[in-house]
Antibody, heavy 117, light 110 residues
Framework: QVQLQESGPGLVNPSGTLSLTCAVS?????????WTWVRQPPGKGLEWIGE???????NYKPSLKSRVTMSLDKSKNQFSLKLSSVTAADTAVYYC??????????WGQGALVTVSS | EIVLTQSPGTLSLSPGERATLFCRVT???????LAWYQQKPGQAPRLLIY???NRATGIPDRFSGSGSGTDFTLIISRLEPEDFAVYYC???????????FGGGTKVEIK
């Protein structure tokens, strides 16, 4: 059973870069999943950010593509998200998840990131 | 761009009652790419149904999904106290690859 745990700064300055890591346990990261990030602004719905496969191939939400970078670290069994030029609109709970069969089967507990000076 | 519209926005029901949640998609899609999630306050979403009708691991059989084309349904046959939550439908598009979520339906205790 895959388990996921997000970590990273809970506060980011406007115009800065949001950086989060998702630690994977229970399965090696070089497996069949697409490794995914989803966010949820306070009191709002879910928004997919993007995904990365073990080959390094990525798919990003078109409206975020210019600001998003995802990467895998096989040696640490983790994957990461960077979102640049953040504004208050990027304040959200950020979840990492696994994608298979076109759905998100395993989720981390989420990490709240607030963009504020 | 595919948009998912969930209805109703809020469903007020009593434990033991049947809940019927709807998800309408702006264009016909394959049922393979349609999923449903449950989210309780302060928790991550949990996958309930994938491929429109397949229950995820550990999901009780009171949850069932159906539908095709543009109209999909999630039914909770008899509401248990732990089922009061927000439910989201989700579609996976392939060109380009992208997940899209509906706005959610809140099932609350009447």
């Amino acid at each position: 059973q895959v388990q996921l745990q997000e970590s990273g700064p809970g506060l980011v300055n406007p115009s800065g870069t949001l950086s989060l890591t998702c630690a994977v346990s229970g399965d090696p990261i070089d497996t069949k999943y697409w490794w995914t990030w989803v966010r949820q602004p306070p009191g709002k719905g879910l928004e997919w950010i993007g995904e990365i496969y073990l080959s390094g191939n990525t798919n990003y939400k078109p409206s975020l593509k210019s600001r998003v970078t995802m990467s895998l670290d096989k040696s640490k069994n983790q994957f990461s998200l960077k979102l640049s030029s953040v504004t208050a609109a990027d304040t959200a709970v950020y979840y990492c998840a696994t994608s298979t069969y076109y759905s998100l089967h395993h989720w981390g507990q989420g990490a709240l990131v607030t963009v504020s000076s | 761009e595919i948009v998912l519209t969930q209805s109703p926005g809020t469903l007020s029901l009593s434990p033991g009652e049947r809940a019927t949640l709807f998800c309408r998609v702006t264009q016909s899609v394959s049922s393979t790419y349609l999923a449903w999630y449950q989210q309780k306050p302060g928790q991550a979403p949990r996958l309930l149904i994938y491929g429109a009708s397949n229950r995820a691991t550990g999901i009780p059989d009171r949850f069932s999904g159906s539908g095709s084309g543009t109209d999909f349904t999630l039914i909770i046959s008899r509401l248990e106290p732990e089922d009061f939550a927000v439910y989201y439908c989700q579609h996976y598009g392939t060109s380009p690859p992208e997940f899209t979520f509906g706005g959610g339906t809140k099932v609350e205790i009447k």
